[in-house]
């Protein structure tokens, strides 16, 4: 049986043809996923990678470095509050710009300005040290609130048919997003004056200042894209802007993807035949440099432009926060959640015991994190049974869109939610020790901005679209085997790696075939875990699932330092091979047993009218014969 069911089930699927499905790239909605999806990459390497390289020049232990990626479990706790974005209005913004596009602001000014609080703290001081946390904290949980209103904007923006190009390109943007924060990061700090044998503050500092600029463009297109369930008023504003953005980003892709492209063959030329040869002139440097320049500088100016050409609109979905004292009351009942989990973390872990060994301190760990977030839960369920929130609000906001999923699932949703947790462990727990492990085998800071953040990203990009074309043209879980398949055998060639250090084709050939496996697995990934998403419940069930894609992982990734400590690096990169093995037989039974996509709830009364109802077929409240769900 198909694990993507088609509807009507009496018609056939046409299926597309390679070119028609390269040709739904040509969509304007595919470059507003594209600079979203970039917005959304930048700042999880500022996180993860880019962080610990800085730390580590800082002279930070190891062990201190790989614990800072717990900074990020934001995006694996971000169902916890994923409901507020559903239930609540931001105050004049969603009027404004609509439920979607306004918390999408918040979220990324709340980025640039965590990014800016990380950049005035120098680490060499290890008492100043809690205060990078915290503003890492901040920037995790911003950053994980904008991915939960783009995967629901992205869910909403178009029909099913459309789903698996948008995840494609949105893992594209969010991959150059990577390399910006990536290489660019490590790029900009070597240029500044910090290196392995001399560390700068300044240069990281500075490095990071640029990093909150280049968010701003996560803003701009918010503003210059609109929103997909509200009515438009003044459809030529809405035009006009979309046309406007198209035009800036051809002006500012165009170029920069040839750029890119020569340069990354210049790269590839220079270390196959050891030479030095230049395929970009010098002479052509500074006008390169300053018509990219000026692009950045008519940035803001656009901005403005965008911000006062805002067509009015009519906000078409239902908010459970009807009135403002439901808006404040659900505030401070997630508020006093949140103070419940840190008072509980800090409380148990003066009596938790501390172990050197990094498996028995990855269990008491989990057993900490989850024993926190049930203080949590009972905190939150007693404020609603002493009348804090009327329980029929409380119901609609934190428990109906989980029961709305084992209602379409029955008890088959528990295989569907191991197989979503533990889906991309492979690459998650090797890729969170990643920069440290080619510091370790003699590569330069260089090396790794050229292998790892500008070769293997391309490849990870690539890897994207192929996934994207894959789950446009065939089964999904098809797809999803290749992508799992390929995520953990690719690990294996670290090990060769380990074994050659130093070795620049060795670490090419890997950085390749990894980044080309990890990209097409999180595009047919997005696709698969959009098509489990109701409509009606968009950002929190999304939320709850991508949560669930990286809780596991990234908890087993904070120990990844220790392991490779304890055990060496061989056994953590078999180890971390050895656990994606089980995925495939998860993979086997989903595809077998379980039916996705035929059984979407709607908004509205059960009357039939379909074309008047939001459903994924009809995201923009249009006129469509389209069914509920219907997958390709």
Not at 150 to 174: C, F, H, K, N, T
């Amino acid at each position: 049986m198909s694990a993507v069911k088609s509807a009507p089930p009496n018609e056939p699927v046409v299926k597309k043809s390679w070119g028609e499905a390269a040709k739904a790239y040509l969509d304007p909605r595919v470059i507003v996923m594209l600079f979203l999806g970039f917005a959304a990459g930048i700042p999880i390497l500022l996180i993860f990678s880019s962080l610990s390289l800085w730390l580590r020049e800082a002279g930070i232990d190891r062990s201190v470095v790989t614990t800072f990626s717990w900074a990020a479990l934001g995006y694996s706790f971000k169902f916890i509050w994923a409901p507020l974005i559903d239930a609540l209005p931001v105050p004049f913004l969603t009027k404004w710009l609509g439920r979607r596009r306004s918390w999408m602001v918040v979220s990324q000014l709340l980025i640039v300005l965590a990014i800016f609080l990380m950049a005035s703290v120098n680490p060499v001081r290890e008492d100043v040290l809690v205060y990078m946390a915290g503003a890492a904290v901040l920037l995790g949980f911003s950053s994980a609130t904008q991915d939960i209103v783009i995967d629901a904007y992205r869910i909403e923006l178009a029909p099913p048919s459309m789903q698996s190009i948008l995840s494609s390109i949105y893992v594209s943007g969010y991959r150059i997003g990577m390399i910006v924060a990536g290489a660019g990061a490590l790029y900009l700090a070597d240029f500044f004056g910090s290196n392995e044998t001399f560390y700068s503050y300044e240069a990281w500092r500075n490095t990071y200042y640029i990093m909150a600029g280049v968010m701003t463009l996560g803003v701009l297109t918010t503003f210059a894209s609109y929103e997909p369930t509200a009515e438009t008023l003044q459809n030529t504003k809405q035009e006009r802007n979309l046309k406007v953005f198209l035009i800036y980003s051809a002006l500012l892709l165009i170029p920069g993807l040839l750029l890119s492209a020569i340069y990354l063959i210049n790269i590839l030329v220079n270390k196959v035949f050891d030479s030095t040869l230049a395929f970009i002139p010098l002479m052509a440097m500074p006008s390169i440099k300053f018509y990219f320049l000026a692009l950045v500088a008519c940035a803001p100016l656009l901005l403005i432009y965008f911000m006062i050409n805002q067509p009015k609109i009519i906000n078409k979905a239902p908010l459970v926060a009807e009135t403002r004292e439901d808006y404040v009351r659900l505030v401070l009942l997630f508020v006093f959640s949140v103070f419940a989990f840190i008072a509980a973390y800090i409380i148990m872990g003066q009596f938790l015991p501390v172990v050197e060994g990094a498996f028995t301190a990855f269990f008491i760990e989990a057993f900490h994190l989850l024993s926190c977030l049930g203080v949590a839960l009972l905190t939150g369920y007693a404020l609603v049974q002493v009348g804090l929130v009327k329980k029929e609000v409380a119901m609609a906001t934190w428990i109906e869109p989980i029961l709305d999923f084992f209602r379409r699932y029955g008890k088959k949703a528990l295989l569907l939610l191991a197989l979503i947790g533990l889906y991309r462990i492979s690459d998650i727990v090797a890729g969170v020790i990643s920069n440290v492990f080619y510091q370790d085998m003699g590569f330069s800071k260089t090396d790794i901005a050229n292998a790892v953040k500008l070769v293997g990203v391309i490849m990870a990009i690539a890897g994207g679209f192929l996934g994207g074309l894959l789950a446009q043209r065939f089964r999904i879980m098809h797809a999803m085997m290749i992508g799992a398949i390929l995520a953990c055998a690719t690990n294996l060639l670290f090990v060769i790696l380990t074994y050659n250090p130093g070795s620049l084709p060795i670490m090419y050939m890997a950085v390749i075939f990894d980044n080309l496996a990890a990209g097409l697995a999180s595009a047919v990934f997005i696709a698969f875990l959009s098509a489990l998403t109701s409509i009606r419940f968009t950002a929190v069930q999304y939320a709850i699932f991508s949560s669930l894609m990286t809780l596991i992982p990234k908890v087993m990734g904070g120990y990844s330092g220790a392991v490779v400590d304890n055990m060496g690096y061989p056994f953590f990169f078999i180890f971390t091979f050895a656990i994606g093995l089980p995925i495939l037989v998860l993979i086997y039974y989903v595809d077998k047993y379980i039916v996705i996509g035929d059984n979407d709830d709607i908004y509205g009364d059960d009357d039939g009218d379909i074309g008047n109802k939001l459903t994924k077929a009809n995201p923009n409240l249009g006129d469509t014969k389209e069914p509920p769900r219907a997958s390709e």
